[in-house]
């Protein structure tokens, strides 16, 4: 996906219902309060050597850059959201709300602003060494 296809699918996310159960069609799950999409996915690299793995990170990291600038464009400074202590609190057997719940396996900070009541929320993460990078868009209502 290019740059104007990912503004277009956060625009379409922001403005759609959210379902009363969780489901998920595509790259999108749904649920009540949010919406994620995987606006990204590499390859996973179980055989990858480090350089590879590197040169993947610098490719969505550049991506997420970009993608921040335009969004802040639209809506000024994100503020930057750390879901440590979501992730900390997941493994303690702890409850955490979606989509913070799944988020915060494998992306450990998001840029994220308010807009028309919701949030919004973009990052990239990858769960373990062997696993993809995502660079993903999450909107939900509430409070992060």
């Known amino acids: 996906m290019t740059l104007d296809e990912h503004l277009t699918l956060i625009d379409r996310l922001r403005l759609r ?34 350089v590879e793995v590197a040169e993947a990170e610098e490719e969505f990291t550049a991506e997420l850059t970009a993608l921040v600038h335009a969004l802040s464009l639209r809506w000024g400074a994100p503020e930057t959201v750390d879901l440590t202590a979501q992730l ?37 993460g990858q769960g373990a060494r062997e696993l993809p990078f995502q660079l993903v868009a999450a909107i939900g209502e509430g409070v992060v």
């Open 17 to 50: 219902e959210f379902p009363a159960v969780p489901g998920r069609s595509g790259m999108v799950e749904s649920g009540p309060g949010y919406h994620i999409a995987g606006l990204r996915v590499s390859e996973e690299f179980w055989d990858a050597d480090a």
């Open 88 to 124: 900390e609190r997941s493994a303690q057997g702890l409850s955490v709300r979606p989509p913070l719940d799944a988020l915060c396996g494998y992306v450990p900070r998001m840029h994220g602003w308010r807009v028309q009541g919701r949030w919004i929320g973009v990052g990239v």
